[in-house]
């Protein structure tokens, strides 16, 4: 039972509208992966999932084999990819859900193996998308090291597994003239060279987020080529896009570019309310909150909200976010407890218990999105999305 007012609307349409944007983007050739890890950046992973798909998405990409198998009881014909690895004892249920794994370690590939061998499946039959680290030092067979080569010699004839897709991931894609994407695919490119010298015949190329969709040459050349010269698709995988919010670019020179590649139409998927609960008037010199951090300069009307850091208000907005009442900002004054939060609303005098208070969402001037609140608590729209709490209900919206 959901009865606290306090809910995230997930706009139905405008996720559908983003991915189809996203896919008209990547062009015809190339295969757009809808990215819903982490609970779909805080939107709710079984609905997300299952509206890509119904959209059209081939490809869902997880973090974590549990991730996929939730993805999987929604999702019963799309390809998830898996793309953090596997740990003991989930080999056999990667199997079972027909989870493509992203390999990298020799025990990933031993885990899997054993599974398969238990399932007696024939050769070649598990397909596995190996990562090549070439500079986020973070996971992936580093290129051209010895180690790439012994595990590309794990994918013989008779293996169970098949080498089905290579992927690597940018560390900068949103620095429009930084060197490291460059480098980055040239090593790439070199990786997938060696992988078709040695014979293996990989169907799928992937690498790139958001930024390098957004981009106008998601693509460096190289890696068009040596996809090209194996017969492979490209892939991209799009996360925080799809949620309608484009990266920040930068450029030498240039302010933050706020918006990503001007082409681009996103809007924001999620808007996050409550109500005002209780009212109160407080005079001149009085204080609201743990050790009165707000001090009222004027005779003052405080609303309650019932929620607090424990649905993911970041502590740090203390004194100063705001929420949107009747289109007003209204400021949150004095400090974010657990689960309750106090605004001033004597700047909107018909402010009435049973308000809706908007926390992200709006429209034009009076609209609030996961990048202010990012901004005002040092961090990206990311964590902010994603640090919406579980016991908050995602509600669906058209
Ligand atoms: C999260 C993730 C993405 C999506 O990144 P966005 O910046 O949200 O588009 C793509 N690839 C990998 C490997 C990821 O972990």
Wanted: proline share 5%; aromatic share 6%.
């Amino acid at each position: 039972m959901n009865t606290r007012p306090v809910w995230v609307e997930i706009a139905r349409k405008k996720l559908i509208a983003n991915y189809l944007e996203l896919r008209r983007l990547a062009g015809n050739t190339v295969e757009v992966l809808a990215v819903v890890k982490a609970n779909a950046y805080g939107h709710g992973m079984e609905t997300c999932a299952r509206l890509l798909a119904g959209a059209g998405a081939e490809w869902i990409g997880v973090t974590s084999v549990e991730e996929g198998i939730e993805a999987r009881a929604v999702c019963p014909d799309a390809k998830i990819l898996v793309m953090s690895g596997l740990w003991h004892g989930e080999g056999e249920a990667a199997i079972e859900h027909r989870l493509t794994l992203v390999v990298w370690e020799a025990f990933h590939l031993d885990l899997l193996e054993a599974a398969a061998r238990r399932f007696q499946l024939p050769a070649q039959s598990v397909p596995v998308h190996l990562e090549v680290d070439t500079g986020m030092s973070r996971q992936g067979v580093q290129a051209n090291s010895a180690l790439l080569t012994s595990i590309l010699n794990r994918f013989h004839a008779e293996s169970p597994l098949r080498l089905d897709g290579v992927a690597t991931h940018f560390s900068a894609p949103e620095v429009l003239d930084g060197k490291d994407t460059a480098e980055q695919a040239a090593l790439f490119a070199a990786a997938i060279e060696q992988i078709a010298a040695s014979g293996l015949r990989p169907a799928w190329i992937h690498a790139g987020n958001s930024a390098n969709l957004l981009r106008a040459d998601p693509f460096p050349r190289a890696l068009k080529e040596s996809a090209a010269k194996l017969g492979a698709k490209l892939m991209l995988r799009p996360g925080l896009a799809l949620y309608g919010y484009a990266p920040r670019f930068t450029e030498a020179g240039r302010a933050a570019i706020p918006s990503g590649m001007a082409s681009a139409k996103l809007s924001p998927v999620l808007a996050w309310k409550s109500r005002i609960t209780s009212l109160r008037y407080i005079q001149a010199g009085e204080s609201a909150g743990y050790n009165s951090t707000f001090r009222a300069a004027r005779p003052t009307k405080l609303a309650l909200l019932p929620m607090g850091y424990a649905d993911g208000l970041n502590r740090l907005l203390s004194n100063r976010g705001t929420v949107l009442v009747r289109g007003h900002h209204a400021p949150i004054a004095g400090r974010v407890s657990m689960d309750q939060t106090i605004v001033d609303v004597t700047g909107i005098p018909d402010a009435a218990i049973g308000d809706e208070a908007v926390v992200i969402g709006g429209r034009g001037e009076t609209s609030i999105s996961a990048y202010d609140l990012a901004d005002l608590t040092g961090t990206i729209p990311y964590e902010v999305l994603c640090n919406i709490a579980a016991r908050v209900p995602r509600v669906l919206v058209d």
